[in-house]
């Protein structure tokens, strides 16, 4: 009972978001009381913060997987972790994502600290290797990579971000993705910058 309560839950809250559901309307679709509701969860946001919860174990599961794949290179394992998050955060509709920062501020911040974490573990972990191997540029520490990538969802993957852009969470984080790995330039205007770049740098150092 208790898993079907939260995958009924879970179902509702994501698609629907979490104000506009109630411990009613719950109970009616699963044929239970509200007393049997209330004996597995004391109240619904005690219901959500146990939803997203498991919600973020499985997308922790889920990159690890990937991540710790021994036969898979470097740019599969970066490109798929990616589209698997972006999956997963597909099922999150932006009227739950709204209600968790007004309504569940904890469960949000929760939310935060845990992609934080999952960014430093994995994403650091996989540009020490790539740094090693040859497959990412040494140029730039790869702190200071990790730290611009940590800083650019901290600030821009938000509920409230995505009240004020036409996209929705997936999409904004594949652009996002794209723009960080890829760069804004084009691959012939990255040969002109990088030119333009040296000489200025040549000349600051001659000064």
């Given at each position: 009972m208790h898993q079907r309560i939260l995958e009924a839950a879970r179902q509702r809250f994501f698609q629907e978001g979490y104000a506009r559901v109630t411990m009613d309307a719950l109970a009616r679709e699963l044929?239970?009381?509200?007393?049997?509701?209330?004996?597995?969860?004391?109240n619904?946001?005690?219901?959500?913060?146990?939803?997203?919860?498991?919600?973020?174990?499985?997308?922790?599961?889920?990159l690890e997987s990937i991540f710790h794949h021994p036969s898979l290179p470097l740019p599969e394992r970066l490109a798929r972790a990616f589209g698997e998050a972006a999956h997963r955060l597909r099922q999150l509709e932006r009227p739950f994502l709204?209600?968790?920062?007004?309504?569940?501020?904890?469960?949000?911040?929760?939310?935060?600290?845990?992609?934080?974490?999952a960014i430093t573990r994995f994403l650091g972990g996989a540009l020490?290797?790539?740094?090693?191997s040859g497959m990412v540029r040494t140029d730039v520490p790869a702190e200071l990579m990790l730290r611009s990538f940590l800083a650019t969802a901290e600030r821009l993957v938000t509920p409230a971000v995505l009240m004020q852009l036409p996209y929705t969470l997936p999409e904004?984080?594949?652009?996002?993705?794209?723009?960080?790995?890829?760069?804004?330039l084009t691959d012939e205007a990255r040969l002109e910058f990088r030119g333009v770049i040296n000489t200025l740098s040549a000349k600051d150092a001659n000064h």
């Open positions: 044929g239970i009381s509200k007393k049997t509701l209330y004996q597995h969860f004391p619904k946001a005690a219901l959500a913060a146990a939803i997203m919860e498991k919600f973020r174990q499985e997308v922790y599961e889920a709204e209600d968790l920062s007004r309504f569940l501020p904890e469960v949000w911040a929760e939310t935060e600290r845990f992609r934080a974490e020490a290797e790539g740094q090693a904004l984080i594949h652009m996002l993705i794209r723009l960080f790995f890829e760069g804004v």
